[in-house]
């Protein structure tokens, strides 16, 4: 082998092992890119389900049926500026006003235990408190807490939220 022969296989090994580095970088920050995209996607994908889930707290839902009947009744007001005038509106939008308080009604009785009695914040959590006697376990009590600060032991409010 000559030295020219020499030469140009180490500079060809050479230019292989840099172009091999670059590849398997170029590899390497692809799949870093693609990692963060993905981390991203499922990022915003879970973001979504948990508005989602928010806005349908029993709390939300509850919430959602006072502020319609809020709009309605506002706009019964308004009308009621003319009464004459608009006496099938108002008659229409008070039957609105009655099926939704139906609705609402029943969801409250769907969320008993679920959400706070006084002010329906949700339920963030139920647990059992064991009391003891002499002969050991005597009963269970049963303690529901909730977002607001409500405390109930046994059905009974031992503490209550703000509002
Ligand atoms: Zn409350």
Redesign the pocket.
């Known amino acids: 082998m000559g030295n020219n022969t020499i030469f140009y296989t180490q500079i060809s090994s050479i230019i292989i092992y840099v172009g091999t580095v670059f590849f398997i970088y170029r590899l390497y920050v692809r799949s870093k890119d693609a990692t963060i995209e993905t981390l991203r996607e499922e990022k915003e994908f879970l973001k979504t389900k948990i508005d989602e889930l928010e806005k349908n707290t029993p709390g939300n839902i509850l919430k959602r049926f006072s502020e319609r009947i809020n709009i309605l009744e506002n706009e019964i007001n308004r009308l009621s500026e003319d009464k004459e005038k608009n006496k099938k509106l108002i008659e229409e939008k008070k039957g609105q006003i009655k099926k939704l308080k139906e609705k609402q009604e029943a969801m409250k009785e769907l969320y008993i235990g679920l959400v706070?009695p006084?002010?329906e914040?949700p339920l963030t959590q139920k647990s059992t408190e064991e009391y003891w006697g002499r002969e050991g376990i005597e009963g269970v009590y049963e303690i529901e807490e909730?977002e607001?600060?409500?405390v109930i032991v046994d059905g009974d409010i031992l503490e209550k939220?703000d509002?």
Do not use: D, L, N, P
Request: some cysteine.
């Open positions: 706070c006084i002010c914040a909730y607001c600060g409500t939220c509002e």
